[in-house]
């Protein structure tokens, strides 16, 4: 997979602080990069980077393998960003301020009503852009971003001050843009989110890249256990040990056995079955995005 936003080496300072130290990103084409980091471990500063907003001295900031340095117009005509709040006029209606970007952008009403459908804004597009909703705000927030039919979103902390409803309706407008073939380079702090729609995963801690790949690599490194409740436990702690299965605990009859893989779980069922042990509970026991980031936190600042 080829990829849409590298960074090589990119480093940034403000006076003799260091905010960005060699960061390298590798964001592929048709992906949700999710970006991940602490307040003030520069999440912020390298959205601003990638889209132009702060300068990259040291021109290592490259769109669809171009320069953004050297191509910054071409590559602003490709990309739709969002940066927190988005921005619009409060009193024209949803409708006019899409027209008012189609003085630019030339695309014709045509493309103002499938962006409103697509956004699900077109009921209400004859209203004043102050009398939104926080979640109807982000969404003419997105609607203005794609309205030129970018192939890179850049999206920070799009869900900001949105309500369940509103965090699930954002999710489905990502995964369908998603569908349609853009890139997706989002972050944001509700962690629950992003491992639900992002593809890849970018961790930030102190200007560092602590962690890049996909999501499932991720998730993977984590080691998983199932509980089971039986009864015979100290029967089964026997059974499994031979077998060569590491056991954490019995308490209760309960005991929690680390497994590699699904073919491990299946052998783990297959032989305390054989042996006659009754099983009467079963729950995996698999570790989150939101675990995982605290512990490379951690690691990291051990």
């Given at each position: 997979?080829?990829?849409?936003?590298?960074?090589?080496?990119?480093?940034?300072?403000?006076?003799?602080?260091?905010?960005?130290?060699?960061?390298?990103?590798n964001?592929?084409k048709?992906s949700?990069?999710?970006?991940?980091?602490?307040?003030?471990?520069?999440?912020?500063?390298?959205?601003?980077?990638?889209?132009?907003?702060l300068?990259?001295?040291?021109?290592?900031?490259?769109?669809?393998?171009?320069s953004?340095?050297q191509?910054?117009t071409?590559?602003?005509?490709?990309?739709?960003?969002?940066?927190?709040?988005?921005?619009?006029?409060n009193?024209?209606?949803?409708?006019?301020?899409?027209?008012?970007?189609d003085?630019?952008?030339?695309?014709?009403?045509?493309?103002?009503?499938?962006?409103?459908?697509l956004?699900?804004?077109?009921?209400?597009?004859?209203?004043?852009?102050?009398k939104?909703?926080?979640?109807?705000?982000?969404?003419?927030?997105i609607?203005?971003?794609?309205?030129?039919?970018?192939q890179?979103?850049?999206?920070?902390?799009?869900?900001?001050?949105?309500d369940?409803?509103?965090?699930?309706?954002?999710?489905k407008?990502?995964?369908?843009?998603?569908?349609?073939?853009?890139?997706?380079?989002?972050?944001?702090?509700?962690?629950?989110?992003?491992?639900k729609?992002?593809?890849?995963?970018?961790?930030?801690?102190?200007?560092?890249?602590?962690?890049?790949?996909?999501k499932?690599?991720?998730?993977g490194?984590?080691?998983?256990?199932?509980?089971?409740k039986?009864?015979?436990?100290?029967?089964?702690i026997?059974?499994?040990?031979t077998?060569?299965?590491?056991?954490?605990?019995?308490?209760?009859?309960?005991?929690?056995?680390k497994?590699?893989?699904?073919?491990?779980?299946?052998?783990?069922?297959?032989?305390l079955?054989?042996?006659?042990?009754?099983?009467?509970?079963?729950?995996?026991?698999?570790?989150?995005?939101?675990?995982?980031?605290?512990?490379?936190?951690?690691?990291?600042?051990d």
């Open positions: 997979m080829t990829e849409s936003i590298t960074t090589k080496n990119l480093c940034f300072q403000i006076g003799s602080k260091t905010i960005l130290n060699n960061i390298n990103l964001v592929p048709g949700i990069y999710g970006y991940l980091g602490r307040n003030g471990a520069g999440k912020s500063t390298t959205i601003k980077l990638l889209l132009g907003l300068e990259d001295k040291n021109d290592h900031v490259f769109v669809h393998g171009k953004l340095k191509n910054i071409q590559i602003h005509a490709i990309t739709g960003n969002l940066i927190e709040s988005p921005c619009f006029y009193k024209l209606t949803v409708f006019e301020n899409l027209k008012y970007l003085i630019i952008h030339k695309k014709g009403t045509r493309r103002i009503e499938e962006v409103l459908e956004v699900d804004l077109h009921e209400q597009k004859k209203k004043k852009a102050s939104l909703s926080m979640g109807m705000k982000q969404r003419l927030g609607a203005m971003a794609i309205f030129h039919d970018p890179l979103l850049v999206l920070d902390e799009p869900l900001n001050g949105l369940p409803q509103g965090i699930f309706e954002m999710r407008l990502f995964q369908n843009l998603n569908e349609q073939g853009k890139t997706i380079f989002l972050s944001s702090h509700i962690l629950s989110e992003l491992e729609v992002a593809t890849h995963i970018g961790i930030i801690e102190k200007g560092e890249m602590i962690f890049q790949g996909t499932n690599d991720l998730l490194q984590v080691e998983r256990y199932v509980s089971l039986v009864n015979d436990a100290e029967t089964a026997t059974i499994l040990s077998l060569g299965f590491s056991i954490q605990n019995n308490v209760n009859n309960k005991i929690s056995v497994i590699n893989d699904d073919q491990q779980f299946n052998s783990l069922l297959k032989s079955v054989h042996n006659g042990i009754e099983i009467y509970e079963l729950e995996a026991q698999n570790a989150n995005l939101e675990q995982i980031f605290i512990n490379l936190i951690s690691q990291t600042n």
